[in-house]
């Protein structure tokens, strides 16, 4: 199938492309690597009456890192992300991540910015943005606007992004020496959307764990924090941790959706197994460091 017909627009700067956004409030969509749009609107799942494409606004592409994180433009494409030694050294958790998305041909095209705004429930980086607590840089015909990771999900493909309004980067703050991530999912093919997915991070300081973050992917409408395992985590020796423990504190309270992929109860088993890898590779890589 070939989408519906719709006007076609591709400014050059933040500001006209909020401008055509504003203008055409929700008959209005930004493309930006289109891998998630472009199959939606060929199969017809939706429809607008103009896109507004953003690959030429060269701002977006901008990557700032300096002593206190990261600043990754929102149309950094994620084979980028893969490749940039910078990302990596800055946002360890986000390279980690980017492997498990899709295939190479897609994070070729797919970008940062259009993964988090697209909101999957069941995607890597949203789930990093959550755990990173990371800030996301939004623009539109009023000004612009600054909105926490842990706000900005509302929903599947939900966020509180206003009509007319675009993002435009995302600041990933430091953690520091001392620190481990890890990602870990499961998937019923490599490149599929998971089943369920862990982003882990710790901080050693003192030979205790000072700063802790567990999220999960896969288990909601939205990326979820599992604020009990994280406090669990502070404060303890990493001999004192046990991650299956931490893993079913993590889900504790959890009721994932079912859907021809798996049941909730299977979510739920496959979140403990994935949190767990996750907490033990997170404390090892801390311990190294």
């Known amino acids: 199938m070939k989408p519906a017909r719709f006007a076609y627009h591709a400014p050059t700067t933040v500001t006209e492309a909020a401008a055509l956004l504003g203008a055409h409030g929700d008959d209005a969509k930004v493309l930006a ?6 199959p939606m609107l060929n199969l017809r799942l939706a429809r607008f009456e103009a896109l507004v494409d953003v690959g030429r606004v060269a701002t977006l592409r901008e990557v700032v890192a300096d002593a206190d994180g990261i600043t990754v433009g929102a149309m950094v494409r994620q084979c980028d992300v893969e490749e940039r030694a910078d ?8 390279a980690k991540a980017t492997p498990l998305i899709g295939h190479f041909q897609i994070r070729s095209r797919g970008t940062v910015g259009g993964s988090i705004a697209h909101a999957d429930p069941a995607a890597e980086y949203p789930a990093v943005a959550l755990a990173l607590d990371a800030e996301l840089r939004v623009a539109g015909p009023n ?10 999900f509302t929903g599947t493909w939900a966020t509180t992004l206003d009509a007319g309004e675009l993002l435009t980067a995302v600041r990933l703050p430091a953690w520091g020496t001392g620190s481990g991530f890890a990602v870990e999912e499961v998937a019923r093919r490599h490149g599929d959307f ?29 990326p979820l924090r599992g604020a009990e395992a994280e406090r669990a985590l502070v404060g303890a020796g990493p001999d004192d941790v046990d991650p299956d423990e931490i893993a079913q504190l993590a889900i504790r309270g959890l009721d994932p959706p079912e859907d021809l992929h798996a049941s909730s109860a299977l979510r739920l088993r496959v979140c403990a197994a994935v949190v767990a890898r996750a907490v033990r590779s997170a404390v090892k890589e801390a311990q190294g460091a």
């Open 87 to 94: 990302i990596a050294a800055s946002a360890p958790l986000l």
């Open 33 to 38: 690597g289109g891998q998630s749009l472009v």
């Open 143 to 152: 000004g612009s606007r600054t909105v926490a990771a842990a706000d900005f």
């Open 194 to 222: 998971a089943i369920a997915g862990a982003c882990v991070g710790v901080r050693l300081s003192g030979g205790r764990f000072e700063r802790a973050a567990v999220a999960m992917f896969g288990m909601g409408s939205t």
